[in-house]
């Protein structure tokens, strides 16, 4: 047993007060001469052991009303292993400390995380008088990815500078993560018999305490059951905002920057969105955003931003050079900084180069397939190389190209195959146009692949009529995906259902997913079919762009639309992969003889940091680069405490290959921005975001969690609205106890009194 | 307590006594002129009247002379006023030196006894008076001169309560010293082993002596008020006793009734007039009511 209070178990002194009381009585009489005294000794004779056994009972009633009080305000408590009861308490206090960049809002002097430092350091100053070696504390940092900063420290002093070093973090808050990080680090407390005290200072925002679904919120209340009914466990909230502060304090920031074009090249303009979002109830005429690129301002845009609403700001902007580029969005600063800027890393290239392979070169040249394709996309400044012949085609140079297309190819080498499947698992575009020349087992073989290759379906035969069977049956396009760049501009050009084909390669074992047009024939075979591969995307056009099977599609306006369309969309590279979020991890791939032993990687906040690169096997055409490291593999697991592997920092991050001598230059290699959450502009995110500073009132917690006890600072030792007592609350049967015996102690006083009256 | 001493013809007590006729319960031998009947009818010498002989009668008593005249047979019938002696009884031990109000038990008895006393001796009768502890003190024999009075008066006067009691002993002692029929008034406190002072009350009935108890108590005895923790020195070579009184109250109160009641029993089933005076009751609606009721049974 333990005591929350063990200086007041003098107070069990008190239990000789009856017995003094009795005694003094005892002393105070009066005398008086008694001469029938004999009836006197004989009713003493006939009542001595009944009136001694009431005075013993009374007196131990007495005796225990004080000891149980005394008892009762001591708050004793259970432990699980008996020690001596005026052992020293033993405690092991748990300092949490919410520094998810919320804690960062600073209107006055100090930010929040200011405000819980200091509390905190109050409440370590108030333990000091009675922390004794045999006291621990631990402090822990709550947000979305917790850590144990202090672990299981004994010395105040440090455990105050610790505290004091506490910066915000760029974390969103989550105590359900928090709550399992310390439900981990309370089991694991060395001694079991160790009173545990949890001390959380937070801003009590909202966010911080909702759950992503009905799972998550039952697994919380659960966790903070389990929590609140540990043994010898009390847990105190400790409110880091300012006084009277407003429930929902004023903060707006921006929550998206993003691009609208596929391919970003010095030769067009650039279309940046920056997302806004204001939380609070006042409304900004005018919020200004500027825009940097590497670091220099190029422009600025403004737009008014009403409450509770969100705005988008467009800037257009040309690069001037091709290579990595980072681009920065700013708005004014307001009460949290942290969330008025966004990143963003690019890639930019000086045009789009495509690598076209001719499988049925014609005479004259401009009637096949890959020259009508070469037409088409001259039109779009796109560096065509080609059209090859397959049997030059070496598919050794792929990386220089962002687009490889194959028209009407008999077939592939296994070789050649493999290396175009590499070139588009790392990102490379690969259009495929079907025609009499193509050998249908040879393509399945070495690109279907059962499945596992680039080609979209398995080529069964070719349907339509040959221009031997008149008249011909015309086939159009009966449907397509209207969402899909190739066929979203058609809400203003001209439609593709005027599209007239006669023959094509029918498919098997196609994703209907993947089906982004159809024909009108009997079996509605497709007609356009993507897949994607890797980080790569393959679209097959099951038909030809001459007029061997079809009505000579280079001259249509409909097709011409879909191919310009086609082209920068297989081009272009998913952005994910260079704009991140907190907690992810950056990896990079590079050809094998681009290695290094050691890249840099310079940070927004940590400065550069050194990796090392193991070398690539000798058969290895790649290495990857993983920063901060490589994700684990091991699966989340419910049980364990979220980690975070991944950045910590939001902002720029630059991967550069040191210079190999004192006569070269570090070398850029590319671009990485780290955002704050949320990840997208849906509603639902951003009311979860953490720049949504509502507060969540204490009340609402407990009607929340009704099996969640913990005391409020300000509340002092109060009891909890809804506290029902664990072990750790025994004072109040004890109370419970002191009345029984108060009432059982009158009772019997009047009982024995009764003789007396 | 020199001051305190009390009145003990005090005229409001004697003016209520006397206004009462005092009838003796049984018929004494002697006389004086007053309302006694004797209990010895055609013994005495005064003759008294004849009545006609019945069946029964004792033929000695037979007048003879007048069946000779009248050849009637008549019964010689003779009155004789006796004179009543009796002897009164105070009990002058420790413990009747205890008193919760003005005046103690012994107060309260020599009052009785000067109260009984003086009524004697108006009606002619002869009184005399014991006092005594575990033995007698001093023993003023029966009479009705003039004097007697201011003798007895002398002896209560000089009455101190400074011993143990042993009543049925003294008891004894005094039954065997009263050799003429007779009134025996004793006045005490009675606190001594209740079978041993009822056998000596029958001693003083074998001798045929009739008996009045008044048993004098104190009103604290009998109600036991007492609150707060009591040291109780005992009179009589009782102990000290430190008690809570206020729980001993019931048992000690149950004692008391059992002892009175015991006394009192005894009394009735010996032909016994018993009177418990307290000291918290007037003396005269005592004696007058102990008197009346005495005057009221009628059999006298």
């Not at chain 1, 350091?121 to 004794?132: C, G, H, N, V």
């Not at chain 1, 008249?471 to 501009?489: D, E, L, V």
């Not at chain 2, 004494?28 to 006694?36: D, I, P, Q, R, Y």
């Amino acid at each position: 047993m333990g005591f929350f209070n063990p200086g007041l178990l003098w107070f069990a002194l008190g239990g000789a007060i009856p017995v003094i009381i009795h005694l003094l009585h005892r002393q105070k009489y009066r005398r008086v001469r008694w001469a029938a005294m004999e009836f006197l000794l004989a009713a003493l004779k006939k009542t001595q052991r009944r009136l001694r056994l009431e005075n013993l009972i009374l007196l131990l009633l007495r005796i225990l009303i004080m000891i149980a009080l005394a008892f009762a305000i001591s708050r004793p408590f259970l432990r699980a292993a008996p020690i001596g009861l005026l052992e020293d308490s033993n405690t092991h206090h748990f300092i949490v400390i919410d520094n998810s960049y919320s804690m960062a809002f600073k209107k006055g002097p100090k930010t929040h995380l200011d405000l819980a430092r200091e509390e905190a350091d109050k409440l370590i100053d108030a333990l000091s008088p009675r922390f004794s070696e045999n006291d621990k504390i631990t402090v822990i940092l709550a947000s979305a990815y917790p850590e144990v900063y202090v672990p299981y420290a004994s010395k105040l002093k440090s455990v105050k500078e610790a505290v004091a070093a506490i910066r915000p973090s760029h974390y969103s808050t989550s105590f359900y993560a928090t709550f399992r990080l310390l439900e981990e680090q309370v089991r694991k407390s060395e001694k079991a018999s160790l009173e545990k005290r949890i001390h959380i200072f937070t801003d009590l925002q909202r966010c911080g305490w909702e759950s992503v679904d009905d799972i998550e919120a039952k697994r919380f209340a659960e966790l903070l059951k389990k929590l609140s009914s540990t043994t010898n466990t009390r847990i105190s909230l400790y409110d880091a905002t300012p006084k009277g502060a407003r429930d929902a304090a004023d903060n707006r920031g921006l929550v998206g920057l993003w691009v609208e074009n596929g391919i970003i090249d010095t030769r067009s303009f650039t279309t940046f969105h920056a997302d806004l979002y204001n939380w609070s109830a006042v409304s900004y005429p005018s919020v200004k955003v500027q825009f940097l690129v590497d670091g220099s301002h190029v422009g600025a845009a403004d737009t008014p931003l009403p409450s509770q609403s969100g705005m988008t700001v467009t800037w257009r902007y040309r690069f001037h050079e091709p290579g990595p580029h980072f681009v920065e969005a700013v708005i004014d600063s307001d009460n949290l900084d942290l969330d008025d800027r966004r990143y963003l890393a690019l890639d930019v290239k000086s045009s789009l180069s495509a690598l076209i392979v001719d499988g049925k070169p014609a005479s004259p040249p401009e009637h096949s397939d890959a020259d009508y394709l070469r037409w088409m996309l001259n039109s779009l400044d796109v560096a065509i190389q080609g059209p090859v012949t397959p049997e030059m085609f070496t598919a050794d140079d792929l990386d220089k190209h962002d687009v490889l297309v194959l028209c009407n190819v008999q077939s592939l080498s296994q070789d050649k195959a493999a290396k175009i499947e590499d070139f588009v698992r790392r990102g490379g575009g690969l259009f495929l146009t079907m025609g009499d020349r193509v050998d249908r087992a040879a393509w399945n073989e070495l690109v279907y692949r059962d499945g596992q290759g680039v080609l979209p379906g398995k080529l069964v035969d070719i349907g339509g009529s040959s221009p031997e069977f008149q008249p011909r049956p015309a086939y159009h396009i009966k449907k397509y995906s209207g969402r899909h760049p190739a066929f979203r501009t058609f809400g203003n050009g001209p439609s593709p259902f005027s599209l007239v084909f006669y023959q094509f390669f029918r498919l098997e074992k196609v994703d209907p997913d993947a089906v982004l047009a159809v024909l009108d024939d009997p079996a509605n075979s497709p007609l356009f079919i993507e897949k994607k591969f890797g980080e790569g995307k393959v679209v097959l056009y099951t038909s030809t762009i001459n007029a061997d099977w079809d009505d000579r599609m280079a001259g249509k306006g409909a097709f011409f639309t879909i191919v310009l369309s086609l082209t920068p969309y297989l081009a272009s590279k998913s952005p994910g992969l260079k704009n991140l979020q907190i907690a992810d991890v950056i990896q990079h791939t590079m050809p094998a003889e681009k290695y290094s032993p050691s890249f840099v990687m310079d940070t927004p906040t940590e400065g550069q940091q050194s990796i090392d690169i193991k070398r690539p096997a000798p058969d290895s055409k790649w290495f990857t680069i993983f920063y901060p490291s490589a994700p684990s593999k091991l699966k989340p697991d419910d049980g364990r405490p979220a980690v975070n592997e991944g950045l910590r920092f939001a902002g720029r991050y630059a991967l550069i290959r040191p210079r190999s001598d004192a006569t070269t230059q570090d070398a850029l290699i590319s671009y990485f921005a780290a955002n704050l959450p949320p990840r997208s502009s849906a509603p639902e995110e951003l009311s979860r975001c953490e720049g949504n500073l509502e507060k969540i009132n204490p009340d609402e917690i407990r009607r929340r969690f009704p099996d969640f006890k913990f005391y409020l600072s300000g509340e002092g030792e109060q009891a909890p609205a809804s506290e029902t007592p664990g072990s750790s609350l025994i004072w109040k049967y004890l109370l419970y106890a002191l009345c029984g015996f108060l009432g059982l102690e009158t009772f019997l006083a009047w009982f024995f009194g009764r003789a007396k009256q | 307590m020199a001051d305190k001493k009390p009145n003990f013809l005090d005229p409001k007590v004697l003016n209520k006594i006397t206004r009462l006729d005092l009838k003796a319960r049984h018929i004494v031998e002697g006389f004086v002129a007053g309302m006694h009947k004797s209990p010895y009818h055609g013994f005495s010498v005064e003759f008294a009247e004849h009545r006609e002989y019945t069946p029964g009668d004792d033929l000695k008593h037979l007048d003879w002379k007048v069946f000779g005249r009248s050849d009637r047979l008549f019964i010689k019938e003779y009155e004789l006023e006796t004179n009543l002696r009796s002897h009164i009884l105070l009990d002058c031990s420790e413990s009747m030196d205890y008193g919760s109000g003005d005046s103690t038990k012994l107060e309260l008895a020599c009052l009785i006894a000067a109260s009984m006393a003086h009524l004697i001796l108006r009606q002619q009768d002869a009184v005399g008076i014991v006092t005594f502890d575990k033995e007698v003190r001093s023993f003023i024999p029966s009479h009705s001169g003039k004097g007697q009075m201011n003798a007895v008066l002398g002896t209560l006067g000089g009455a101190k309560a400074e011993n143990k009691t042993d009543l049925s002993t003294v008891f004894h002692q005094l039954a065997e010293r009263f050799t003429r029929k007779g009134l025996v008034i004793i006045i005490s406190d009675l606190f001594d082993d209740p079978d041993r002072l009822l056998k000596a009350l029958q001693h003083f009935r074998h001798r045929r002596q009739d008996v009045i108890v008044f048993h004098v108590l104190d009103e604290y005895e009998v109600t036991f008020p007492f609150q707060r923790m009591t040291m109780f020195e005992g009179l009589e070579e009782y102990p000290k006793l430190l008690v809570d009184p206020r729980a001993l109250r019931q048992a000690y109160l149950e004692e008391v009734d059992r002892f009175v009641s015991r006394i009192k029993r005894g009394c009735v089933l010996n032909s016994i007039d018993y009177a418990q005076i307290t000291t918290d009751r007037p003396l005269d609606i005592e004696l007058t009511k102990y008197l009346a009721g005495r005057l009221a049974l009628g059999r006298w």
